[in-house]
Nanobody, 123 residues
């Protein structure tokens, strides 16, 4: 059974940067696409982006395109979400999960969700 643990969240000012990590334990996730989602209070969980198993293919939601970058280090069994030029509307709990394929976008196409890490962007 794989477990995903997110870390790296915190409080940052508008325009700042954070790098989130999604560390897997239990078994390798090197053959899985990994996605990032976020959920703000009172809102539905929102797809942020996904990286293919090799790291060669990524896809992002329009709301973060050009600001966020997903990468992975399969040797470390870890996936990263680099967030630059953060905005107050990026404030949310961020989650990683294993995707059914690199084309997965809906929450239902993901499993083994982590517990989330909070990102708060102050204006």
């Amino acid at each position: 059974q794989v477990q995903l643990i997110e870390s790296g969240g915190g409080l940052v000012q508008t325009g700042g940067s954070l790098r989130l990590s999604c560390a897997a334990s239990g078994r390798t996730v090197s053959t899985y696409a990994v996605g990032w989602f976020r959920q703000a209070p009172g809102k539905e969980r929102e797809f942020v982006g996904i990286v293919s198993w090799s790291g060669s293919v990524t896809y992002y939601a329009d709301s973060v395109k050009g600001r966020f970058t997903i990468s992975r280090d399969n040797a470390k069994n870890t996936v990263y979400l680099q967030m630059n030029n953060l905005k107050p509307e990026d404030t949310a709990a961020y989650y990683c999960a294993l995707g059914s394929s690199r084309y997965a976008r809906a929450s239902a196409d993901f499993g083994s969700w982590g517990q989330g890490t909070q990102v708060t962007v102050s204006s």
